[in-house]
């Protein structure tokens, strides 16, 4: 098992900046790939990006890219999510989620490429 622990969401308003950080535990050698995704009110969970452990793989959702930074730290076992410029439809619960390889999993862009997941962490954007 995996454990995944989410901080870093709070209020600020458009254009700030925030960071998420996400502590893996437990077997994470088993895992290959994390990512982030977000669900707003009424919609479904969507990515926002993933990396690859080995730091040589992201994938960016269209909608950050530029603004939004994955990054990881091994030692720590750690994922970051620097997000920059943020407007108010960023706002959502953040989810930090774990997958394990599989051959049938690519880009690690959906839910059901990931096996674990955080709790998650609210992040609000005013206008």
């Known amino acids: 098992q995996v454990q995944l622990v989410e901080a870093g969401g709070g209020l600020v308003q458009a254009g700030g900046s925030l960071r998420l950080s996400c502590a893996a535990s437990g077997r994470t050698s088993s895992t290959y790939a994390m990512g982030w995704f977000r669900q707003a009110p009424g919609k479904e969970r969507e990515f926002v990006v993933s990396?690859?452990?080995?730091?040589?793989?992201?994938n960016y959702a269209d909608s950050v890219k530029g603004r939004f930074t994955i990054s990881t730290d091994n030692a720590k076992n750690t994922v970051y999510l620097q997000m920059n410029s943020l407007k108010p439809e960023d706002t959502a619960v953040y989810y930090c989620?774990?997958?394990?390889?599989?051959?049938?999993?690519?880009?690690?862009?959906?839910?059901?490429?990931?096996?674990?997941w955080g709790q998650g962490t609210q992040v609000t954007v005013s206008s």
């Open positions: 990396i690859v452990w080995s730091g040589d793989r992201t």
């Open positions: 989620a774990a997958g394990t390889y599989r051959a049938s999993r690519s880009y690690y862009s959906s839910v059901w490429e990931y096996d674990y």
